[in-house]
């Protein structure tokens, strides 16, 4: 089972609303990755950070997009100004090795 | 870049037959991990099988795959398939560890019928 602790699970937010999810990777797992799933289960790479570090980025939708993973502090991923094209599963991941580890997931609805 | 390809996005099976769902990848780095993920409805992704070695057959939980980087392929299969199977199935590729990024298929539902 999955040790990767996602928080809200479920967030509803107003077009134009800032939306704040939050992770807890597994313990000792120095990579932490943020995946969007969308209404047609594809998978869409965000951002990865190992320690505090940014990794790799996608060119982050108009910088609506912002994340951090500041030491001794859950990570984040924020979205400025929510958009319905926003609506998705936004999954963290994290990995000590090669496996990378799910949570189980924040599933953001734009109304 | 990376890629994963899985050509079939729905495969329908009746209980007790054998799966074999596709995985094919393609990336310049001669040492990449494949996995499969299943995801169930309304669940995140979680990890069925991993491989890092070619010609190497992995198995877990009924499934196995063989990694066979000649035909740079990762095909999923189990020989009896149950109604408990139905789900998404995931192909992923990592070209390493550290910032290398988990790449995706396309993904493969699999519907299992009585």
């Known amino acids: 089972n999955s040790k990767v602790i996602q928080t809200p699970r479920y967030l509803v937010k107003g077009q134009g609303q800032k939306a704040k999810m939050r992770c807890i990777p597994e313990k000792g797992h120095p990579v932490v990755f943020w995946y969007q799933q969308n209404k047609n289960n594809e998978f869409k790479f965000l951002i990865n950070?190992?320690?505090?570090?940014?990794?790799?980025q996608i060119d982050m939708t108009e910088k609506r997009f912002s994340a951090e993973c500041p030491s001794n502090s859950p990570c984040s991923l924020e979205i400025q100004s929510s958009e319905a094209g926003d609506s998705a599963l936004y999954l963290c991941a994290s990995s000590l090795s090669a496996e990378v580890f799910f949570g189980k997931g924040t599933r953001l609805t734009v109304v | 870049g990376d890629s994963v390809t899985q050509t079939e996005g729905l495969v329908t099976l009746t209980e007790g037959l054998p799966v074999m769902l596709n995985c094919t990848y393609q990336?310049?780095?001669?040492?990449?991990?494949l996995f499969w993920y299943v995801q169930h409805l309304n669940e995140s992704p979680r990890l069925l099988l991993k491989s890092f070695t070619d010609n190497k057959r992995t198995e877990h939980q009924g499934f196995h795959a063989t990694l066979h980087k000649s035909s740079s392929s990762f095909h999923l299969q189990k020989s009896s398939a149950q109604l408990s199977d139905s789900a998404l199935y995931y192909c992923a590729l990592r070209s390493g560890t550290g910032g290398y990024k988990v790449v995706f298929g396309s993904g493969t539902r699999l519907l299992v019928s009585p």
């Open positions: 990336t310049i780095y001669s040492n990449p991990f």
């Open positions: 950070f190992q320690n505090q570090e940014v990794l790799q």
